[in-house]
């Protein structure tokens, strides 16, 4: 009969996984049905929230028994990342299950897992018949993937919302190459640059200054410095990933196509590249920012530069966006003893090296903690054949119910910069 259940919880992973959400056309719609209709089977209440059209965010609610008590959000996104599915050895979207119980598909670890696993921990503490005595609720996000800004900034900036009285926000993590599972507090905050050089065409065999590729080049070779310093810092031990600033170039684009490739013999009169750049919470933008305009982009050698993201590290306060993880933050030590009760390990809390949703949660004030239980799990978001094992998806079930009880059961009014009532 365990056996039959198991089945059951992994076809309902690989239903979800099928359903191809991908960016930038993801099927929202089928997403959204897929959820509807699990929480008809939980008998939960849900509501579909369409904050940009055509990009629903589905909220589900388990009602608490003492509903003055700040609630619980559980919150995963429902799009993914495209793959180039001729290089995977399971198409993204078959949800393949292999003889080592390895599930092949795109979002199995980013994030469709963690917004499931929520749910198959909530069908299990209702069977145990549990009583969440605070409200908690599931939010499905879109757009994510490509900055939030119709989902999850959204949301969290709406009077609906506010209603919701929200007291902690769990979000996404990542996995864990040993047995100890990770959790982050905050993250970098993600700026997606576009610098463009314009200079004189002209023939092919000449040599001139001032190309546009030329200027170009300068700049690339500076982002690649300003790179080798900040990963010399990492390879040397002396920082994390989430520690330094990161910038990788995301695509060139520059020439004069022809019809068998580009022309050759034209130096080409603008060229561009976009980078994306991701700062820690401890950084200083602007000196970043000055880099960019003084030595990345400057005006001086005919460049430009534009941002298609740019977050802030600070809250409006001008702090820095951290989730406390010290006895001032209950909501950290319940997580901690939870995942101790469920026979999990919980390494030290860390710095996402990318960027979640939880940013805006944290903009809003609230405590967010990053956590997506896989141990023992290559890292292989945004990667070609990323998988999860069956076993430690099902074990993350096991993690999310002892923390979700001990959320929901947690009865002192904690405040939303985690202090506590006097008792
Ligand atoms: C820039 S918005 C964040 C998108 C995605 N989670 C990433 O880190 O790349
Ligand atoms: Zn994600
Ligand atoms: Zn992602």
Redesign the pocket.
């Known amino acids: 009969e365990e056996e039959q259940e198991e089945e059951a919880i992994i076809s309902r992973f690989q239903q979800y996984l099928r359903i191809n959400t991908s960016q930038p056309s993801p099927d929202y719609a089928q997403a959204a049905d897929f959820i509807a209709g699990q929480a008809k089977s939980l008998s939960l209440e849900f509501q579909t929230l369409e904050f940009v059209k055509g990009k629903p965010l589905v909220l589900l609610k388990w009602p608490g028994s003492d509903p003055s008590l700040p609630s619980i959000l559980l919150n995963s996104?429902t799009d993914v990342?495209p793959s180039e599915t001729h290089k995977w050895a399971h198409p993204p979207f078959s949800a393949h299950l292999d003889s080592s119980g390895d599930i092949f598909a795109r979002g199995s670890q980013?994030m469709k897992c963690v917004g499931l696993q929520y749910l198959e921990a909530i069908r299990r503490l209702k069977a145990l018949g549990f009583r969440p005595i605070r409200p908690v609720y599931l939010s499905f996000v879109p757009d994510?993937?490509?900055?939030?800004h119709d989902g999850a900034e959204k949301f969290a900036e709406s009077e609906a919302f506010e209603k919701l009285n929200v007291g902690i926000v769990l979000d996404?993590g990542l996995p864990s190459l040993d047995e100890n599972y990770r959790a982050f507090y905050t993250?970098r905050c993600?700026w997606?640059l576009v610098i463009k050089a314009i200079g004189a065409p002209g023939h092919g065999a000449k040599l001139y200054d001032n190309t546009a590729m030329e200027n170009l080049l300068k700049s690339i070779e500076s982002v690649r410095k300003f790179r080798a310093s900040q990963f010399d810092l990492v390879k040397a031990g002396l920082k994390t990933e989430g520690e330094v600033v990161s910038v990788n170039m995301a695509f060139l684009k520059a020439g004069t196509p022809s019809p068998t490739g580009f022309v050759m013999n034209l130096q080409p009169s603008e060229a561009e590249a976009g980078f994306?750049i991701?700062i820690p919470p401890t950084a200083d933008p602007e000196s970043l920012e000055r880099r960019i305009a003084e030595e990345w982009a400057p005006a001086s050698r005919n460049m430009t530069f534009t941002f298609i993201?740019k977050?802030s590290v600070l809250d409006k306060s001008g702090k820095p966006l951290l989730t406390a993880t010290d006895s001032s933050n209950p909501w950290w030590n319940l997580l901690e003893e939870a995942v101790k009760k469920a026979n999990g390990k919980l390494g030290k809390p860390e710095i996402f090296p990318?960027?979640?949703?939880a940013r805006y949660f944290r903009d809003q004030g609230l405590p967010a903690i990053g956590f997506s239980p896989m141990a023992n799990t290559p890292i292989l978001?945004?990667d070609h054949n990323e998988f999860l094992n069956k076993a430690e998806y099902l074990k993350g079930i096991e993690v999310y119910e002892s923390i979700i009880k001990a959320y929901a059961s947690y009865t002192q009014h904690a405040r939303s910069d985690g202090s506590k009532d006097e008792l």
């Not at 990318?354 to 949703?357: E, L, N, Q, Y």
């Open positions: 996104h990342v980013d994510e993937e490509i900055g939030g996404e993250e993600p997606w994306d991701r993201q977050n990318a960027s979640t949703d978001l945004h």
